[in-house]
């Protein structure tokens, strides 16, 4: 442990060392002058560079600048605002203990200094300095820690936002998103594709729990979801096909893992639609003569029961139709609040004629102003 002494009498720093010598302490600084006390410590160093010093003992008299004078420029660098002081006093005014005390000084050794005391007030400051050191290195050790976790984390909310499909625009459908996870990492997903001969498959889940593990497991769904939507198309199929791998996956974990989901396939040329519901917020569809329908038939969530029993729907369309579908992240879970929120937006876009683009904008600025509790999901299909 390094120790400084400040005193301006030569004499009595060479007792104080002795002192300390024979108690074991052999890495000691001196200085006789506040200036010397500046060079020593670089307090006048824009750069927060510290000496390595464990415990500052000084006299309360020095040349130019007090003790106490003397602790507060020490304490105003940052390097310095919590290492031991003990300053040395004759002094017995309550009032000038006090203004130390709220100057810095941790401690007092009366003047004329005692051996016994003395040493018992350094070692006290010391282990105190000791304790300060751990807990830096701690804290230093737990930030690093929580670097690399945040560092991980951002490289896979890249990873997980990079997997989202780009919006399709074209003459017969127009299809965009929006995405806004309540943690680094969100348990919704989404994807869309051409299947084929005009037809377009759309997916929307969202797993139970959010962050971390629920992540990962949307993020394994979706791995799947290409090649089955592609290859199976039916809604039914693909529903059961999920939860079986669901099943599979998670077979042996003690904790209930699953997720509610929304399938549509759209054909355009046929001008039809057909969706499985899997526990989800119903999806709401607006036809060209303003009614509305809710697209909520289908089976359980995702991942409960091995046999599930799935029912589609199928209907026609014709004319501009809008469908949006969403998460219960949007009404903050309300999933009964939401659908009839999203179904006015709907109305009031066809009478302002809004484009696609601006009604999600309008939806989300509304909805998801505050900090999100849940992730958030929102998907607006145009169809001409």
Same mark, same amino acid.
């Given at each position: 442990?390094?120790?400084?002494?400040?005193?301006?009498? *030569?004499?009595?720093?060479?007792?104080?060392? $002795?002192?300390?010598? /024979?108690?074991?302490?052999?890495?000691?600084?001196?200085?006789? %002058?506040?200036?010397?006390?500046?060079?020593?410590?670089?307090?006048?160093?824009? =750069?927060?560079?510290?000496?390595?010093?464990?415990?500052?003992?000084?006299?309360?008299?020095?040349?130019?600048?007090?003790?106490?004078?003397?602790?507060?420029?020490?304490?105003?660098?940052?390097?310095?605002?919590?290492?031991?002081?003990?300053?040395?006093?004759? @002094?017995?005014?309550?009032?000038?203990?006090?203004?130390?005390?709220? =100057?810095?000084?941790?401690?007092?050794?009366?003047?004329?200094?005692? &051996?016994?005391?003395?040493?018992?007030?350094?070692?006290?400051?010391?282990?105190?300095?000791?304790?300060? %050191?751990? +807990?830096?290195? =701690?804290?230093?050790?737990?930030?690093?820690?929580?670097?690399?976790?945040?560092?991980?984390?951002?490289?896979? /909310?890249?990873?997980?936002?990079?997997?989202?499909?780009?919006?399709?625009?074209?003459?017969?459908?127009?299809?965009?998103?929006?995405?806004?996870?309540?943690?680094?990492?969100?348990?919704?997903?989404?994807? *869309?594709?051409?299947?084929?001969?005009?037809?377009?498959?759309?997916?929307?889940? !969202?797993?139970?729990?959010?962050?971390?593990?629920?992540?990962?497991?949307?993020?394994?769904?979706?791995?799947?979801?290409?090649?089955?939507? $592609?290859?199976?198309?039916?809604?039914?199929?693909?529903?059961?096909?999920?939860?079986? +791998? @669901?099943?599979?996956?998670?077979? !042996?974990?003690?904790?209930?893992?699953?997720?509610?989901?929304?399938?549509?396939?759209?054909?355009?040329?046929?001008? &039809?639609?057909?969706?499985?519901?899997?526990?989800?917020?119903?999806?709401?569809?607006?036809?060209?003569?303003?009614?509305?329908?809710?697209?909520?038939?289908?089976?359980?969530?995702?991942?409960?029961?091995?046999?599930?029993?799935?029912?589609?729907?199928?209907?026609?369309?014709?004319?501009? $139709?809008?469908?949006? @579908?969403?998460?219960?992240?949007?009404?903050?879970? %309300?999933?009964?609040?939401?659908?009839?929120?999203?179904?006015?937006?709907?109305?009031?876009?066809? /009478?302002?004629?809004?484009?696609?683009?601006?009604?999600? %904008?309008?939806?989300?600025?509304?909805?998801?102003?505050?900090?999100?509790? !849940?992730?958030?999901?929102?998907?607006?299909?145009?169809?001409?």
């Amino acid at each position: 442990m390094r120790l400084l002494l400040v005193d301006e009498s *030569w004499i009595k720093l060479r007792s104080l060392e $002795t002192m300390l010598r /024979k108690a074991g302490y052999h890495d000691l600084l001196f200085a006789q %002058n506040p200036s010397s006390v500046c060079e020593l410590l670089k307090l006048d160093e824009q =750069a927060q560079v510290a000496a390595r010093i464990d415990l500052i003992i000084l006299d309360y008299t020095l040349p130019h600048m007090n003790g106490i004078e003397m602790c507060r420029r020490i304490r105003s660098h940052a390097c310095y605002r919590e290492i031991p002081i003990i300053m040395m006093t004759g @002094m017995r005014d309550e009032s000038v203990l006090q203004e130390a005390f709220e =100057a810095g000084v941790t401690d007092f050794v009366r003047k004329p200094v005692r &051996k016994v005391e003395f040493l018992a007030r350094v070692r006290a400051a010391l282990r105190l300095q000791e304790n300060i %050191n751990k +807990h830096y290195k =701690a804290r230093e050790k737990l930030e690093k820690m929580v670097s690399e976790h945040e560092y991980q984390l951002a490289l896979a /909310k890249k990873v997980q936002m990079s997997v989202l499909n780009e919006p399709i625009e074209q003459e017969q459908i127009a299809i965009q998103a929006r995405y806004v996870p309540s943690e680094h990492l969100s348990g919704d997903m989404y994807c *869309w594709y051409e299947i084929g001969n005009g037809c377009y498959g759309i997916m929307l889940i !969202d797993v139970v729990g959010h962050g971390v593990s629920a992540s990962l497991v949307s993020m394994s769904v979706r791995a799947l979801l290409r090649g089955l939507i $592609t290859r199976v198309t039916d809604p039914v199929h693909v529903m059961q096909e999920l939860n079986r +791998h @669901m099943l599979h996956i998670f077979k !042996d974990n003690d904790i209930s893992i699953y997720f509610t989901a929304l399938y549509v396939v759209i054909d355009v040329q046929a001008r &039809k639609i057909e969706y499985v519901n899997a526990g989800h917020p119903p999806g709401i569809v607006r036809g060209s003569k303003g009614e509305m329908r809710y697209l909520s038939t289908g089976c359980l969530p995702i991942g409960l029961l091995p046999d599930i029993q799935v029912e589609k729907e199928v209907f026609s369309y014709e004319g501009e $139709t809008l469908i949006a @579908m969403f998460s219960d992240g949007l009404a903050n879970g %309300n999933t009964v609040l939401a659908p009839d929120r999203i179904a006015s937006f709907m109305i009031q876009r066809s /009478k302002a004629g809004q484009s696609l683009d601006c009604w999600l %904008n309008e939806i989300m600025q509304t909805h998801a102003t505050e900090e999100a509790k !849940d992730d958030i999901c929102l998907i607006g299909i145009h169809l001409r």
